[in-house]
């Protein structure tokens, strides 16, 4: 079944943990998805953003690094994701930020992307992380230099420029979020 972004925020409610604990000041939250809700709600946006919004894969965006990947969300207020990504370890100590998405209705907020990446650069730190690197589509790598990320080469990917790049690790100091038990994540919910 295939879900619109709009569709996604406007009819999905997410159920979260009593243990989780939002800033007051600050609308959104940005964690693990660990609920089967939240990661089918991971995939869909993701689904929305990369296969029917930009066009860089047919049908769905799912491959073999989503088996070892850690999905990351931003939720709202009313639990709803609005943004996704996803870290993972390529090898000891170095890992890779991916699928970064916000959702059309709230890329004019300036603070779901940037917290996103955040999150997932800290919580990497957190688990040991002396390299992140991502690949950044081109007209997003200004907004990834203001985030203290150089730009290491030009590349292609799925048919469009991207550049690889790498964060700097002494503007993100690692977060007290505990690396949890690595499980298949994966669309299907059993």
């Keep these: 079944m295939i879900f619109s972004a709009k569709a996604l925020t406007t009819n999905l409610k997410l159920k979260t943990s009593p243990k989780r604990h939002p800033m007051p000041q600050d609308p959104y939250r940005f964690e693990l998805a660990r609920s089967p809700i939240e990661i089918q709600a991971y995939f869909d946006l993701r689904q929305a953003i990369f296969c029917q919004e930009q066009g860089l894969f047919d049908g769905d965006d799912e491959d073999e690094t989503d088996a070892v990947a850690y999905p990351i969300v931003a939720l709202d207020q009313a639990q709803q994701v609005v943004g996704i990504v996803r870290i993972y370890e390529t090898a000891v100590r170095h890992w890779y930020g991916g699928r970064l998405g916000v959702h059309p209705d709230y890329r004019r907020v300036g603070r779901i992307g940037k917290g996103l990446v ?13 390299r992140f690197l991502a690949t950044v589509q081109t007209q997003n790598v200004r907004f990834f230099r203001r985030l203290h990320w ?41």
């Design 150 to 190: 150089a730009s290491l080469e030009e590349i292609t990917l799925c048919d469009r420029p991207h550049h690889l790049m790498q964060a700097d690790l002494s503007y993100y100091p690692a977060s007290p979020e505990a690396r949890p038990r690595q499980q298949a994540r994966s669309r299907q919910i059993s």
């Design 118 to 130: 955040d999150k997932a650069v800290t919580t990497a730190n957190a688990w040991g992380c002396d």
